[in-house]
């Protein structure tokens, strides 16, 4: 398994669209922070001519923007780079000479999810540290203690982590086009559902749209942890919090038991998909 994991990561380092996404996440970063330097620092921006209150609740929304866009870089990193990662072996043949070494196909599929992990992870924490540190470097008058910054890296990066489960689970089943289809389409829903579950919560009568983005948090809870790391980045020490302004937030958050469930629904997906990759007929 360590041979995989080793192979993986040198594989998904060499990837052409691994390079890109990276040549493209630091034009992100150039352009963000060139909106922050002008939104925080131009005289004549809104943000500058109102009271203090307002100018850090505005200056929350734009930590928000960058992170969400942010979270939207790394899953579209998961899925170009990981939809081929069982099935494309498979269907390039090359499947054959890795397990002709004396090497188990759940030790194929766990390997290929721990080193596809590994530089999500690290992406993924670079981003998110990359982002903070830009606001932080043009003054942001939102305060950022350093635990909440921890908890809400350990958030940021749980959510690729569940996306690339159920990624690793439909590549050990499924073709790698289908695979980037129900990948997409269930991000996409999960995403959507988010966005309906915080319009309903903010009016009476309306359990429909709730009960929508609680189902769709159920089938993919990418949403709902970037949710819950919002929460814990932008809730002060004094108690107060922004995470009830703005589209990036919200006044639901998820339960512990959505956590429980989240730890679940890895585990399953990696155990379904290898227990249908080892019956599978190559």
Do not use: W
Not at 116 to 126: M, P
Not at 217 to 236: C, G, H, Y
Request: hydrophobic share 50%.
């Amino acid at each position: 398994m360590l041979t995989i994991t080793k192979y993986t990561i040198k594989e998904m380092i060499k990837k052409r669209a691994f390079l890109l996404i990276a040549v493209l996440t630091v034009g992100y970063l150039f352009i963000y922070g060139y909106g922050l330097s002008l939104s925080f620092h131009s005289g004549g921006s809104s943000i500058g001519n109102v009271p203090d209150i307002s100018k850090i609740l505005l200056e929350s929304q734009l930590l928000s923007a960058g992170l969400y866009f942010a979270n939207f870089i790394v899953a579209f990193l998961i899925v170009l780079t990981s939809v081929s990662a069982v099935s494309g072996d498979v269907e390039s043949g090359s499947i054959y000479a890795l397990l002709y070494k004396p090497l188990k196909r759940y030790e194929y599929v766990l390997g290929r999810f721990i080193g596809l992990s590994i530089i999500i992870v690290i992406y993924s924490t670079i981003l998110f540290l990359s982002i903070i540190g830009l606001n932080m470097a043009f003054e942001t008058k939102v305060y950022l203690e350093a635990g909440n910054i921890f908890r809400s890296l350990f958030f940021f990066d749980l959510g690729p982590i569940v996306l690339l489960s159920l990624v690793i689970a439909s590549s050990s089943i499924l073709s790698t086009v289908n695979t980037g289809i129900i990948t997409v389409m269930t991000y996409g829903i999960a995403m959507i559902g988010g966005i309906l579950e915080q319009t309903g919560s903010l009016f009476q009568n309306s359990q429909g749209l709730t009960n929508v983005g609680i189902i769709t948090s159920l089938i993919l809870p990418t949403d709902v942890i970037f949710r819950k790391m919002n929460a814990e980045l932008l809730t002060q020490n004094t108690g107060l919090s922004f995470l009830s302004q703005g589209p990036f937030g919200g006044t639901s958050q998820p339960s512990p038991y959505m956590f429980v469930y989240i730890i679940f629904y890895i585990c399953f997906l990696l155990y379904y998909g290898i227990r249908k990759f080892e019956k599978r007929d190559l």
